[in-house]
């Protein structure tokens, strides 16, 4: 399935959450509200958030700042290079 070109995918390291249900619905919760995010999913157990966006309406940078602004701690997670 090919992505539409306004849309971009990103997956975060989100370190400090405590449950699912405060922490990373909260974090979705947020983020749904925002002008731009697609879709947000947030893992307590694997400590990671994949989010869908429109860069046109909001910026990975936002994004990232918005979720430390809720307390986390957070980085792009870079997938590994292949050999």
Not at 20 to 43: F, H, R
């Given at each position: 399935?090919?992505?539409?070109?306004d849309t971009?995918?990103?997956?975060l390291?989100?370190?400090?959450?405590?449950?699912?249900?405060?922490?990373?619905n909260g974090?979705?919760v947020?983020?749904?509200?925002q002008?731009?995010?697609?879709?947000?999913q947030t893992?307590?157990?694997?400590s990671?958030?994949?989010?869908?966006f429109?860069?046109?309406k909001?910026s990975e940078?936002?994004?990232i700042?918005?979720?430390?602004?809720r307390?986390f701690e957070?980085?792009?997670?870079?997938?590994?290079a292949?050999?």
């Amino acid at each position: 399935m090919e992505q539409a070109k306004d849309t971009v995918r990103v997956k975060l390291r989100v370190k400090g959450m405590h449950c699912q249900t405060g922490c990373a619905n909260g974090i979705d919760v947020m983020l749904k509200e925002q002008d731009g995010i697609l879709k947000s999913q947030t893992s307590f157990k694997d400590s990671a958030s994949v989010i869908k966006f429109n860069p046109e309406k909001i910026s990975e940078e936002k994004i990232i700042s918005l979720i430390r602004e809720r307390g986390f701690e957070t980085k792009k997670i870079t997938p590994k290079a292949r050999d």
